[in-house]
């Protein structure tokens, strides 16, 4: 039966064969009171992609945009694993990453000034278990944008990417993701690239670089597709205003501005802030007295702060951005004075606080980032239950945290936000590779970076700070990481498409600041080591940008990279050898899987009695790895010495303290192990001929006996002859 569309309108369906699999974008099916839905399917994975436009301007300073990633349970035909809470409520971070990588793409696509509010809901309504739905999502949200009649200049695509036998590939299954060296996300427009986020153990730059040109030409299809459904669907574009600085008043401003810039506003950052901070002030002084209203000063000055001090601001604040442009393409010469590759000053140290287990302080140019480690049991590890992932544990954490004070302002004080959460989780990926395995290491790790002073490129300092802390409290990474944040200004007219005939003219930037964050065409932050990347991320504030500018700016971050690693190892060269006293002492043991349920017990009534007579921490894996933890050595060896008795399994050869377990006419039973007896026939008792077992052997008595054979049954042979 097809549904009955309250606005008279047909159901419309494209589609197309993409990646092996059919991809098919639908309207007017649901979502009838949106401003614009879209239905996507591909394979088993069906998303829903809604847009709600307001009808009037939002009074605010930036575009009220909002995107959400919606992870439904069901979609994947489970319920939340959680005893009290069953149904959905605050997202995941997981699903707050993957609203923040839709949003990235999406937003610069919309021109400056747009000030309608706009908000767009991805939500999974069915998911294929075979590949993860967040890049079908971005096809759902840019195709309901298209069918929006919003100032949307897209279609987007973007498309998840490994490597697997040397050949790329996209939508991954679970398990060539794990094999994988390779987790790239690429979302593209018509040839360029308007965003990229990446994991990797250790990959070329070389290989990133083929991975985007890969992508370009794979998602062109669905990009047509989009188009064709947008030409069906014919959405009347709606009526907008853009909010941006008066044509008179922006000419005045870079007027008055002209030669009080250039290198009286260059070098120390803290003093080029206040300097400027003076040249605005004089600025405002002379055009309130110039265009206020009023008898007198006070009421002219009144009425301007009133009436035009906002938009003599922001057009105050776009000349500068003109200036720091200028400066570097003209000059060569950034805000601070630095040449374009080079590094703000460097300087870090280590082991600053007493009593936590591993810290840092890095610290660059302005910017600097505490970090502090944490060591726990792997029990620690945080669960996760979300719609892709069921009874998961994330062993290592980072959390990442800026308050107010770091930027010179006063501020809500509260829960992470989108930012932290991201900002975060980039820092965390940078390191994932480089950790030792449970196997070798047995702790759950918990890095918190604290930002202390902030100028750009906080998460590539949390990404430093976090590599020397784990370093300081013993953790043996397998190399250390660094990251360094990098910048890009092409120098073409505004409004211009940027070809790969540019790259003459694009000027990349090595470590960046606010400043030059804010006047730029792209940022990018890169991680990894000597052997090559470890996490990446990348985004336009252009319309798209050509592979090959890109590569120019990968290429250049190289160095900046290994400058930064220089610094890291200057300060602490290699893991400490051992951890923090006050960390926890663990000590692991792998035992047949078989044997978990021995030292478990009934109820967890044997692991609990280990626990509460030694007093050291017992956790148990499904692979039969136990480690053992406490802070006093001798509780930790006696529960070790506990579990080693419960799971060990018989050796032939190997002498036992046993115990007499039971008489027979031809012998005794002794207990070599708990739960395993062995026959202790009468000849082997004594060197003399016995009559009785009873003439040296009773019940409960201590024996010392050789464990001589095991028989096909699985029987065993004791002797007590030859033995002292």
């Keep these: 039966m097809e549904i009955i569309n309250p606005n008279g309108k047909k159901t419309v369906r494209v589609s197309t064969d993409w990646l092996g699999r059919e991809l098919t974008l639908e309207v007017n099916r649901v979502g009838f009171r949106a401003t614009s839905s879209v239905l996507v399917t591909y394979g088993d994975t069906v998303v829903l992609g809604s847009v709600v436009v307001g009808t009037k301007p939002v009074v605010q300073d930036f575009f009220p945009l909002s995107i959400g990633y919606e992870e439904k349970f069901y979609a994947a035909g489970k319920i939340s694993g959680s005893k009290f809470i069953k149904r959905e409520g605050k997202p995941a ?225 776009l000349a500068v951005h003109k200036e720091v442009r200028r400066g570097i393409v003209e000059e060569g010469v950034r805000p601070d004075g630095r040449k374009l590759d080079e590094v703000r000053p460097l300087s870090s140290q280590v082991g600053i606080l007493p009593r936590t287990h591993g810290s840092s302080l890095f610290t660059r140019g302005v910017t600097q980032a505490m970090n502090i480690v944490t060591l726990a049991p792997l029990s620690y590890a945080q669960e996760v ?56 290491f047995p702790y759950a790790i918990r890095s918190v970076t604290e930002i202390m002073s902030q100028n750009g490129s906080t998460s590539m300092a949390a990404t430093c700070s976090s590599c020397m802390a784990l370093m300081d409290a013993g953790v043996p990474l397998k190399r250390p990481v660094s990251g360094v944040a990098m910048g890009l200004m092409v120098d073409v007219p505004k409004g211009t498409e940027i070809t790969a005939g540019d790259i003459d003219k694009a000027y990349v930037l090595t470590d960046l600041m606010d400043a030059e964050d ?147 006419d031809f012998g005794a039973f002794v207990t070599i192990l708990p739960g395993i007896d062995g026959m202790l026939h009468i000849s082997q008792i004594s060197d003399k001929r016995l009559k009785k077992v009873e003439e040296v052997l009773h019940m409960g008595d201590k024996v010392r006996v050789r464990l001589v054979a095991i028989d096909d049954k699985g029987r065993l042979s004791l002797t007590m002859k030859g033995l002292d």
């Design 385 to 440: 239950d979300t719609m892709e992932v069921t009874d998961g544990k994330r062993r290592y954490m980072h959390h990442y945290n800026a308050p107010p004070y770091t930027v010179g302002e006063p501020g809500r004080m509260g829960a992470p936000g989108r930012r932290e959460i991201g900002h975060g989780y980039l820092a965390e990926r940078a390191l994932l590779p480089m950790l030792p395995s449970e196997e070798e």
């Design 93 to 317: 971070d997981e699903a707050i990453l993957v609203g923040r990588l839709i949003d990235r793409p999406i937003r610069p696509l919309f021109p400056k000034g747009y000030r309608q509010e706009v908000q767009v809901v991805c939500t999974v309504l069915s998911m294929d278990p075979s590949f993860r739905p967040d890049c079908v999502a971005m096809i759902a949200a840019s195709s309901a944008l298209m069918n929006a009649g919003v100032p949307f200049d897209g279609p987007i695509a973007g498309i998840r990417i490994g490597r697997i036998g040397g050949e790329f590939k996209g939508f991954l299954s679970p398990e060539e993701r794990e094999v994988s060296p390779l987790d790239l996300v690429v979302a593209c427009k018509d040839g360029k690239v308007v965003m990229v986020e990446a994991g990797a153990n250790e990959v070329p730059e070389d290989t990133i670089i083929e991975a985007m040109h890969w992508a370009v030409d794979k998602v062109q299809p669905v990009l047509d597709l989009q188009r064709e459904l947008a030409k069906q669907v014919d959405a009347t574009p709606q009526e907008y205003e853009l909010v941006l600085p008066d044509e008179a008043v922006m000419e005045e401003v870079l007027k008055w501005t002209e030669g009080k810039f250039g290198s009286k506003v260059r070098g120390n950052v803290m003093e080029r802030a206040q300097i400027l901070d003076d040249l605005k002030y004089a600025m405002h002084d002379e055009m309130a007295l110039k265009h206020g209203e009023g008898e007198t000063d006070n009421e002219k000055v009144e009425w301007y702060d009133e009436n035009l001090r906002d938009v003599y601001d922001q057009a105050f604040e």
């Design 518 to 664: 804010f006047a730029g065409d792209m940022d990018f932050k890169v991680t990894g080591t000597t052997e090559g990347i470890t996490a990446l991320q990348m985004d336009m504030k252009v319309h798209g940008l050509p592979v090959e500018i890109l590569e120019k700016a990968i290429k250049q971050s190289h160095a900046g990279r290994m400058f930064i690693l220089d610094h890291i190892v200057s300060v602490i060269d290699k893991p400490r050898a051992e951890i923090s006293k006050y960390a926890p002492q663990i000590e692991k043991l792998m035992i047949n899987p078989d044997k978990i349920g021995a030292v478990i017990g009934k109820g967890g009534e044997m692991i609990n009695k280990i626990t509460s007579e030694t007093g050291a921490e017992v956790d148990i894996e499904d692979n039969g790895l136990v480690t053992i933890s406490g802070t006093d050595p001798e509780k930790i060896q006696k529960a070790l010495d506990w579990v080693r008795g419960l799971t060990e399994e018989p050796e032939v050869g190997k002498i036992y303290n046993g115990t007499v377990a039971a008489i027979k």
